[in-house]
C-alpha cells in the first residue's frame, strides 16, 4: 500500500484492527524487570504506560512455555498469574489511550537448562557458538534436543495457548516472533535447520512453522489482530540464510494472503545496500501495513514513510530513553541520551525514570 508524499510520522494510520494516532512504534525490547516468576509487575505497567502515546506498543518477547526462558527476567504468558500481571499493563497503557500488543516467543536452542532445567529444543542439534547468563552463571550455550516433526503440532498449540492468554490479558493483538535466532528463525533460515522431513529443506517447509503459528494466533484473534517480525540477514544467534530475498518474498507473500494486520522487517542497519533491497521485496509482496526496523532515526524514518517505502517505522532504544518519544518528534525537542548499562535487569533506575519533557524542562 503505497503511500503518497502527504504521510508523516505524525500522521494516523489503520493497521488491522487498531487506528493508530502516528506511526512511531515502539519495538519489543526485552528489559528483564519480571524476575524469576516471569509475572508481570506495577514497575513494568509504569514502564509501558509511560510510551502510551508511541503510535503503538510491542511487549518485550513473553514466554509461551514455563521453560522457555532465555533471558531470565523477561515476562511470560504462560499461566493464570503471568495473564494477570500482564492484565496491569495493558490496563495502565489503555488508560491513557495507548495501544498495546504482545510479542509471544520460544527461544528455542537460545534458552538453558541453567535457567529452566530442562535441555533447549531446537530444528538442529547444533549449539549456538557463544556463552549465555544463567542462574548458575556464565556458561557456554548446549547442544538442543532435536524437535520430533510428532512434536510440531504441540509447539503450535503452545502459542495458540499464548495468544489466548494475551486477548485474556487485554492485549490490542500479538506479534510472532520470527527473527533473531530463537526457534521460529532456527526452523525458517537454512543456517540451522538440516531437517529433512515436513519442516526441512525447501523455503516452502522451512517456513512451515511460522505459517502454522500465525495461523493459529489468527484462530484467536482473527487476522486484524495479529503481527510477524523476521530479521532475513540480522546475524543475531549466529543466523544466516543462502538466499534471504527468496525468503522475505516468500513470506511477505503468504502473509498478505492471510492479511495480517502488518508485517515487520528488522533490519541489521536499514541503509545497508542488501537491506534496502530487502526492503523493497517485502514492499512489492506484502499488500498490507509494513513496519521496519533497525537504525532509523527521525529524518531517515520521516523520509521512509514519505517516500512510502514503509508505513510505520519501529523504534527501539529511542523509546527506552524517551518515553514521550513522539512528543519530542512533533516538538523537535532534544532527545535524552541511553543508558546501557541499565538496559538488562535492575530496578526502576533506567527504566523508568527517563525524564520527560515538561520535568526535563523544570
Not at 111 to 129: E, L, T, W
Not at 321 to 329: I, Q, S
Amino acid at each position: 500500500m503505497t503511500q503518497n508524499k502527504t504521510q508523516t510520522l505524525l500522521t494516523p494510520i489503520k493497521v488491522g484492527s487498531l487506528t493508530l494516532p502516528n506511526r512511531l512504534v515502539m519495538a519489543p525490547l526485552t528489559r528483564a524487570r519480571a524476575g524469576i516468576t516471569h509475572v508481570p509487575n506495577a514497575m513494568m505497567a509504569e514502564y509501558y504506560s509511560q510510551r502510551a502515546s508511541a503510535g503503538l506498543i510491542m511487549t518485550e518477547c513473553s514466554m509461551v512455555a514455563a521453560d522457555a526462558s532465555a533471558f531470565i527476567g523477561e515476562g511470560g504468558i504462560f499461566n493464570d498469574d503471568t495473564v494477570a500481571g500482564w492484565k496491569q499493563v495493558t490496563d495502565a497503557v489503555h488508560a491513557k489511550g495507548g495501544r498495546i500488543i504482545m510479542q509471544i516467543w520460544h527461544p528455542g536452542r537460545a534458552a538453558h537448562s541453567g535457567i529452566n532445567n530442562v535441555q533447549p529444543i531446537s530444528s538442529a542439534a547444533v549449539a549456538i557458538p557463544d556463552e549465555t547468563h544463567t542462574l548458575k552463571g556464565k556458561l557456554p550455550y548446549e547442544v538442543p534436543r532435536v524437535l520430533a516433526e510428532s512434536e510440531m503440532p504441540g509447539i503450535v498449540e503452545l502459542f495458540r495457548k499464548a495468544a489466548e492468554r494475551a486477548k485474556a490479558a487485554g492485549f490490542d493483538g500479538v506479534q510472532i516472533h520470527g527473527a533473531h535466532g530463537y526457534l521460529v528463525d532456527q526452523f525458517l533460515r537454512d543456517s540451522h535447520n538440516n531437517r529433512t522431513d515436513g519442516y526441512g529443506g525447501t523455503l516452502e517447509k522451512r517456513a512451515r512453522l511460522l505459517l502454522e503459528v500465525t495461523d493459529a494466533a489468527i484462530s484467536v484473534f482473527g487476522a486484524g489482530g495479529v503481527s510477524i517480525r523476521i530479521s532475513p540477514i540480522v546475524p543475531f544467534n549466529h543466523m544466516s540464510d543462502s538466499n534471504p530475498k527468496a525468503l522475505v518474498e516468500y513470506v511477505a507473500k503468504e502473509m498478505s494472503k492471510r492479511n495480517i494486520a502488518f508485517f515487520e522487517l528488522r533490519h541489521d542497519q536499514w541503509d545497508r545496500p542488501e537491506e534496502l533491497e530487502l526492503a523493497k521485496i517485502a514492499r512489492e509482496h506484502f499488500k498490507g501495513v509494513l513496519m521496519l526496523n533497525g537504525g532509523f532515526d527521525q529524518a531517515s524514518g520521516e523520509a521512509a514513510v514519505a517516500e512510502g517505502r514503509a508505513d510505520a517505522i519501529v523504534y527501539g532504544k529511542l523509546f527506552i530513553a524517551n518515553p514521550d518519544l513522539v512528543e519530542r518528534f512533533a516538538s523537535g525537542a532534544a532527545l535524552n541520551p541511553l543508558d546501557m548499562k541499565t538496559l538488562y535487569g535492575g530496578n526502576a533506575h533506567g527504566y523508568t525514570d527517563y525524564p520527560v519533557l515538561e520535568a526535563a524542562a523544570a
